[in-house]
Nanobody, 129 residues
Framework: QEQLVESGGGSVQAGGSLRLSCVVS????????MGWFRQASGKEREGVAV??????????YYADSVKGRFTISEDDANNTLNLQMTGLKPDDTAMYFC????????????????????WGQGTQVTVSA
């Protein structure tokens, strides 16, 4: 049974950094999409970063709003998906979720939440001015 558990959220001042982690269990595939989404109060859930693994090809995609500040990575040894966030802004305040899906032919650069099957419970990130 696939399970995703996030950690690492918290409160920081603008300009600070946080590292989110998502421990993934029960998920085995050579073609998959994994990503981080966020949902701010009163707003729709949006994709932040995606790692696309299609066999031997790995690609990374980022929302324009976080490019150059956030980095998504996989720690295969620990079955963990990470999101390193630097230069945080108040607009980054949201509940952050990790998500995974078995891939068909591709992973969208701008991920759609309904295409992801497995979700974590979320971790809150709050950035104060």
């Amino acid at each position: 049974q696939e399970q995703l558990v996030e950690s690492g959220g918290g409160s920081v001042q603008a300009g600070g950094s946080l590292r989110l982690s998502c421990v993934v269990s029960g998920f085995r595939a050579s073609r998959y999409c994994m990503g981080w989404f966020r949902q701010a109060s009163g707003k729709e859930r949006e994709g932040v970063a995606v790692v696309s693994v299609l066999g031997s090809s790995t690609k990374y995609y980022y929302a324009d709003s976080v490019k150059g500040r956030f980095t998504i990575s996989e720690d295969d040894a620990n079955n963990t998906l990470n999101l390193q966030m630097t230069g945080l802004k108040p607009d980054d305040t949201a509940m952050y979720f990790c998500a995974a899906a078995y891939a068909g032919t591709r992973c969208r650069e701008r991920p759609l939440s309904y295409e992801y099957t497995f979700w974590g419970q979320g971790t809150q990130v709050t950035v104060s001015a």
